[in-house]
């Protein structure tokens, strides 16, 4: 069993920028892919970012150029910077392991509010 747990969302004007972490309980050396994922109010939950072993990267478009998805494997920790915020990014940050061997891991969420 991984546990990941969030943090670092806050409440930031339009233009801002926020880092969110996330910590594993676990080696996430083995992961085969860490991301990011965010769902607002009566919405559906979407991928924001991922980053699969290999190094390869995904973003969704609406965060491209603005969000940066890097993962620490010695302090098992997975980042993402986020920079000029808009308020269409208020949502809730989910971080999100999965293992080749098995296991699909999620954390809490934080909380992402951006003011415009």
């Known amino acids: 069993q991984v546990q990941l747990v969030e943090s670092g969302g806050g409440l930031v004007q339009a233009g801002g920028s926020l880092r969110l972490s996330c910590a594993a309980s676990?080696?996430?050396?083995?992961?085969?892919?860490m991301g990011w994922y965010r769902q607002a109010p009566g919405k559906q939950r979407d991928l924001v970012a991922r980053?699969?072993?290999?190094?390869?990267?995904n973003y969704a478009d609406s965060v491209k150029g603005r969000f940066t998805i890097s993962r620490d494997n010695a302090k098992n920790t997975l980042y993402l910077q986020m920079n000029s915020l808009k308020p269409e990014d208020t949502a809730v940050y989910f971080c999100?392991?999965?293992?080749?061997?098995?296991?699909?891991?999620w954390g809490r969420g934080t909380q992402v509010t951006v003011s415009s």
């Open positions: 999100n392991a999965q293992f080749t061997a098995g296991g699909n891991y």
């Open positions: 980053i699969r072993t290999g190094g390869t990267v």
């Open positions: 676990a080696s996430i050396f083995m992961a085969s892919s």
